[in-house]
């Protein structure tokens, strides 16, 4: 039990390799960003102290251009491997290349004739402390903290006095007890924090799920609408993934538009039963009452999902909730908006409402054929729906 227990903290911060691998994407982003905001950090220093030596003509001025060109190099491989779908091998060299810098910069200080005498106190506390910077495992850490100072420890035996180097000893053996200490605490409380805030999120994702389930039970008219819908758009986002036009996009745009698609009729929770399940065309005072909907359930998405970490899941929730029934032409509801002001979330989510509800039978009308319902969809390009749009979702639907 122990062995595990103490496995589980080395390997996975106390949660489970399950546990662990759910959160990696977060992670990762947050990795990532730590490793932009300290590359500049440290191309700020290093420039600082290099216009500071060479316009006093101090003779210590190479590892500041170092320090300078080596930061700046980081920033960029953050942007350029930081960007793309997370995995280990390229956090791995974003996370070890600036370790590395760091330990070539102390042994270049080190090097200095100027810095013969001085231990390097400040270098082996960056050393250190720098991995309380990156939240990964912790039997990685300290085997990054060990290998840093040991680094740093050969350079000073190689060019320090005795008496410097003895102090360097003992300052870099405190501050890397202090820093896998200090690390132990923190990154545990991290990841952990990371885990339980997407807990919630899946926990309140559910619960919204769930009312929208509720909806589609109250609505006698509309039985398996939500499923039919969500494979619609699932279809559609992957036509669009081969489409140049939208390279741009996210795999989590297209995945966090799937899964809020079953939320985009939970407004009608708050429509009375009499209108949303009237045998019958609806009068001009009761479709007023419905078109209300969206409105009702972008205030529902708002309320239940406002604290979740995912800004980015819980923007396109509530535009689909919202703006599904906004037509291209803006003629339709509930702000009017026109083009490509409609969402692009909520455009792709027109599509797959209109189509399911031509195809599905209504007390009010019968079925129309696929082949129809299609025919309907094509002549309706910039009219209802985004023109780039409805010829991949024709391709989707054949």
Same mark, same amino acid.
């Given at each position: ?284 005072? &009761?479709? !007023? #009452? +419905?078109?209300?909907?969206? *409105? @009702?359930? %972008?205030? /529902? ?35 009017g908006l026109k083009g490509e002001e409609i969402p692009? &979330?909520? !455009? #792709? +989510?027109?599509?797959?409402? *209109? @189509?399911? %509800?031509? /195809? ?39």
């Open positions: 039990m122990l062995n595990d227990r103490i496995r589980s903290f080395l390997l996975y911060c106390t949660l489970s390799k399950e546990e662990y691998d759910s959160i990696r994407p977060l992670i990762w982003g947050r990795n990532a960003r730590i490793l932009r905001i300290t590359s500049l950090l440290a191309a700020g220093m290093g420039g600082l102290f290099l216009l500071i030596n060479l316009l006093t003509r101090a003779a210590v001025w190479q590892p500041y251009l170092f320090l300078l060109i080596g930061s700046v190099v980081i920033y960029l491989l953050s942007h350029l491997i930081g960007g793309k779908k997370p995995n280990e091998p390229s956090e791995r060299i974003l996370c070890y290349t600036e370790m590395l810098m760091v330990c070539l910069y102390a042994g270049f200080l080190s090097a200095q004739k100027s810095n013969y005498t001085i231990p390097a106190t400040s270098i082996i506390v960056f050393i250190a402390l720098l991995p309380l910077t990156i939240d990964d495992r912790p039997v990685r850490m300290y085997a990054v903290m060990l290998s840093e100072t040991t680094g740093y420890l050969l350079a000073s035996h190689r060019f320090k006095a005795p008496d410097a180097f003895s102090l360097d000893v003992l300052n870099a053996a405190t501050f890397c007890v202090v820093g896998m200490i200090l690390y132990s605490v923190i990154c545990v409380r991290n990841i952990r924090e990371i885990y339980q805030g997407q807990r919630m999120e899946k926990i309140q994702r559910s619960v919204i799920s769930s009312l929208a389930t509720v909806v589609e039970e109250r609505d006698e008219q509309t039985g398996g609408h939500i499923l039919r819908t969500v494979d619609h758009v699932r279809a559609l986002t992957g036509r669009m993934k081969q489409q140049e036009r939208y390279a741009g996009l996210t795999d989590e745009f297209y995945n966090n538009v799937i899964l809020a698609a079953p939320m985009h009729d939970i407004g009608k929770i708050h429509i009375p039963d009499a209108i949303l399940n009237k045998p019958g065309r609806l009068t001009e005072e &009761e479709f !007023r #009452i +419905m078109q209300r909907h969206t *409105v @009702y359930g %972008a205030e /529902i998405i708002q309320k239940t999902l406002r604290d979740v970490e995912d800004e980015a899941y819980f923007t396109i929730a509530r535009n689909i909730a919202k703006y599904h029934h906004e037509r291209y032409d803006g003629t339709g509801y509930p702000d692009l &979330e909520a !455009r #792709i +989510m027109a599509l797959a409402d *209109v @189509y399911d %509800a031509l /195809i599905s039978e209504r007390v009010y009308k019968k079925p129309y054929s696929r082949e129809k319902a299609r025919q309907i969809i094509g002549e309706s390009g910039g009219t209802q729906f985004d023109p780039d749009l409805v010829p991949l979702f024709l391709e989707s639907t054949e």
